[in-house]
């Protein structure tokens, strides 16, 4: 069974960092293109960043310059730095695995973590 776990959400002020971790089980993260979405209530889920299997990647526009994507291998964990955050940031973050190939669009992602909330105050 397939599982993916994020964690590292929390409350801060704007400016701040928190780092964002999803950790997977049931299968090899690095096999899979691994991506983070974010939603706030009312919107549609937006894409935030991925990572390809060869380790290319790809920020969202918003997010550009100020988030950073990454793997760690060894506790087959996807990770998400995120720096100088602004209250637009605020909303519930979760990872995704794909096998279909790294994109924008959750529908072609299969696995989903069940989000981790990240509140951003002025």
């Known amino acids: 069974q397939v599982q993916l776990v994020e964690s590292g959400g929390g409350s801060v002020q704007a400016g701040g960092s928190l780092r964002l971790s999803c950790a997977a089980s049931g299968i090899t993260f690095s096999d899979y293109c691994a991506a983070w979405f974010r939603q706030t209530p009312g919107k549609e889920r937006e894409w935030v960043s991925y990572?390809?299997?060869?380790?290319?990647?790809a920020h969202a526009d918003a997010v550009k310059g100020r988030f950073m994507i990454s793997r760690d291998y060894g506790s087959n964990t996807l990770l998400l730095q995120m720096d100088s955050l602004k209250p637009e940031d605020t909303g519930v973050y979760s990872c995704?695995?794909?096998?279909?190939?790294?994109?924008?669009?959750?529908?072609?992602?299969?696995?989903w973590g069940q989000g981790t909330q990240v509140t951003v105050s002025s």
């Open positions: 990572i390809t299997t060869d380790e290319r990647i």
């Open positions: 995704a695995a794909s096998v279909w190939g790294c994109s924008g669009v959750f529908s072609r992602y299969s696995y």
